[in-house]
């Protein structure tokens, strides 16, 4: 069975940082693009990053660029993402997801087949 798994969530003040994983269990994410979308209190889920299958390619969506960093590591089958400079307006429930192929990943959560359960990041003083 594919699995997804997000970890890494918590709480942080403002100007702090967090890395939050997606593990993989049940297949190898070598060839699957990676998304990581997030939903805050109220409002639509929307896209934050994503990575290729090959990793040479990556998105970021404007409100997360030059704070966030997506990366993967195929022998641990895992995908992370690096967050600096947190804003309270980052908090959301986060989630990682995949599709089959995807060399030129899109942000559309549409695009994917295969979703985590979340993990929750707070940014508070």
């Known amino acids: 069975q594919l699995q997804l798994v997000e970890s890494g969530g918590g709480l942080v003040q403002p100007g702090g940082s967090l890395r939050l994983s997606c593990a993989a269990s049940?297949?190898?994410?070598?060839?699957?693009?990676i998304g990581w979308f997030r939903q805050a209190p109220g409002k639509e889920r929307e896209g934050v990053s994503c990575?290729?299958?090959?990793?040479?390619?990556?998105n970021y969506a404007d409100a997360v660029k030059g704070r966030f960093t997506i990366s993967r590591d195929n022998g641990k089958n895992t995908v992370y993402l690096q967050m600096n400079s947190l804003k309270p307006e980052d908090t959301a429930i986060y989630y990682c997801?995949?599709?089959?192929?995807?060399?030129?990943?899109?942000?559309?959560?549409?695009?994917?087949?295969?979703w985590g359960q979340g993990t929750q990041v707070v940014v508070s003083s």
């Open positions: 049940g297949f190898t994410l070598d060839y699957y693009a």
């Open positions: 990575i290729s299958n090959n990793g040479v390619i990556t």
């Open positions: 997801a995949a599709y089959w192929g995807g060399s030129y990943p899109g942000l559309s959560m549409y695009e994917y087949d295969y």
